[in-house]
């Protein structure tokens, strides 16, 4: 098992920056890629960003946030980040991490989730 715990979420104006970690623990050796995902009311959870683990390369984005966010990790420290810059209103949403043991699994590690609020 693989636990996740996010942080870092609050209010920002637009145009300002957050930057949201992930700490994970457990069997994290067995994490193969992980990911940042979005959520707003309304809405479907959508993908944001993904990086593998171990090699730290192979970043995905998507084109809502590609320039303006960032996906990172820290391996020493078993956590991944997700720098936001220049962050608009459409932004806000509850963020989640997840972890996925193979490039053929889904994700089936889920953090808690961290809300992101972007006032205009």
């Known amino acids: 098992q693989v636990q996740l715990v996010e942080s870092g979420g609050g209010l920002v104006q637009a145009g300002g920056s957050l930057r949201l970690s992930c700490a994970a623990s457990g069997r994290t050796f067995s994490i193969y890629a992980m990911g940042w995902f979005r959520q707003a009311p309304g809405k479907e959870r959508e993908i944001v960003a993904t990086?593998?683990?171990?090699?730290?390369?192979?970043?995905y984005y998507a084109d809502s946030v590609k320039g303006r966010f960032t996906i990172f990790r820290d391996i020493a420290k078993n956590t991944v980040y997700l720098q936001m810059n220049s962050m608009k209103p459409e932004d806000t949403a509850v963020y989640y991490c997840?972890?996925?043991?193979?490039?053929?699994?889904?994700?089936?590690?889920w953090g808690q989730g961290t809300q992101v609020t972007v006032s205009s």
């Open positions: 997840a972890a996925r043991r193979g490039d053929k699994t889904g994700y089936d590690y």
């Open positions: 990086i593998n683990w171990r090699s730290g390369g192979s970043t």
